[in-house]
């Protein structure tokens, strides 16, 4: 038996024009490291068709997942699922915004596969929507900082 699903919804506001956020990701994602900006999700393994990845959700738990059926719609959208930890289906829409900066619009919608979140999820799931909110914030200010050409170690150490 699954939990039921989670609708988890992102805003990121990025600094660069969506051409050129496309491409950034892009060109990491065909690196083989496609989340060198993150920290607390990164890819333990890739093929040509999928990327492994492991989330540290700042709890005292990991999440590992399995990116596949990547779909790049440029500049406008891309999509993937995930299976493992968590399945289900993302969409990633890049919207251009004013002042050269570009909003990322993250539908994630899962379900949590590992029996003991499935059996705390009725007590646990705000505390996981909560996790879900930080780690994604996280990524943001990571992500904005990499393509401004900061060091992203510079700022995590501000959200420590």
Same mark, same amino acid.
């Given at each position: 038996? /699954?939990?039921?699903? =989670? !609708?988890?919804?992102?805003?990121? %506001?990025?600094?660069?024009?969506?051409?050129?956020?496309?491409?950034?990701?892009?060109?990491?994602?065909?690196?083989?490291?496609?989340?060198? /900006?993150?920290?607390? @999700? *990164?890819? @333990?393994?890739?093929?040509? #068709?999928?990327?492994?990845? +492991? &989330?540290?959700?700042?709890?005292? =738990?990991?999440?590992?997942?399995?990116?596949? #059926?990547?779909?790049?719609?440029? $500049?406008?959208?891309?999509?993937?699922?995930?299976?493992?930890?968590?399945?289900?289906?993302?969409? %990633?829409?890049?919207?251009? &915004?004013?002042?050269?900066?570009?909003?990322?619009?993250?539908?994630?919608?899962? @379900?949590?596969?590992?029996?003991?979140? +499935? !059996?705390?999820?009725?007590?646990?799931? $705000?505390?996981?929507?909560?996790?879900?909110? @930080?780690?994604? *914030?996280?990524?943001? *200010?990571?992500?904005?900082?990499?393509?401004?050409?900061? #060091?992203?170690?510079?700022? *995590?150490?501000?959200? +420590?």
């Amino acid at each position: 038996m /699954w939990s039921r699903p =989670y !609708s988890l919804r992102s805003r990121w %506001v990025l600094p660069v024009g969506r051409g050129e956020l496309w491409d950034a990701l892009l060109s990491q994602l065909e690196s083989g490291d496609p989340l060198p /900006w993150w920290g607390s @999700v *990164r890819a @333990v393994g890739t093929t040509p #068709d999928t990327i492994d990845l +492991r &989330a540290d959700t700042g709890l005292g =738990y990991r999440l590992g997942f399995t990116v596949s #059926d990547l779909e790049l719609a440029r $500049p406008d959208h891309l999509t993937f699922s995930a299976d493992g930890d968590l399945r289900g289906r993302a969409v %990633v829409r890049f919207v251009p &915004a004013p002042r050269s900066t570009t909003i990322l619009l993250i539908e994630w919608d899962v @379900v949590a596969t590992r029996a003991w979140m +499935r !059996s705390v999820d009725p007590l646990a799931r $705000p505390l996981f929507v909560i996790s879900h909110a @930080v780690l994604m *914030r996280r990524g943001e *200010r990571r992500l904005a900082a990499w393509l401004q050409g900061g #060091d992203v170690r510079t700022s *995590r150490r501000r959200e +420590r």
